[in-house]
């Protein structure tokens, strides 16, 4: 099977798994624990390349309390009947998604011009396809939930921090010497791999919600 077709298969199995969460708290605590403890191993993991052991400590320790707080806010919004805020992560999580497939398709397919050296597979092509895949497919979803101008801010802006997260991830894992976080998604390599976007977007867009 094709890299992209696994990638967007695992994407679609992700987001099935999510839909199912939203309805059964027990779930949502089981899959959000997992998730936790496979994505803090996993920045342990390239951290250990990087860094000394006694900064190693300091860093572990400021990700273990972000990471906390990043999964009580997904869980807090989920457990919740706040349709609007589930709607909000809905929209945060479909973008991620899509960005992430969009650079990844017009980023092979076009190719062109590096970003940054960061990154070194990151395309101004790829940034395109991000924004395009994300506008198109979010606004087919969630056009009947936000004014239109709104929605196209909304997006551009989760948009643009997804990718920066992934950028940012991608310079650690340089910096580590990896290709992949793992190896427990196919097509995406580890949590990290996949869960870049949202670990930098979800608590931004929530404490900027009234600005948004």
Known sequence: MKE???RILTSLLLTILFIIAMSSNVFLTIALFFIFCQVFYEFKLIFDKILKKKILFFILFFLLI?????????WQILSLNEFLDKIKLLTIITVCISSDIGGYIFGKTFQGKKITKIS???TYSGMIGSY?????????????FYELVDLFVYI????SISQLGDIFIS???RKAKIKDSG?????HGGLLDRFDGFIFAIPICFLLEGFL
């Open 4 to 6: 992209i077709n696994k």
């Open 66 to 74: 972000y990471l906390s707080i990043l999964i009580i806010i997904t």
């Open 120 to 122: 070194p597979n990151k």
């Open 132 to 144: 395009f895949l994300s506008f198109l497919i979010s606004f087919f979803i969630f056009k009947n």
């Open 156 to 159: 551009f802006f989760i948009s």
């Open 171 to 173: 310079f650690l894992k």
């Open 183 to 187: 190896n427990i998604l196919p097509g």
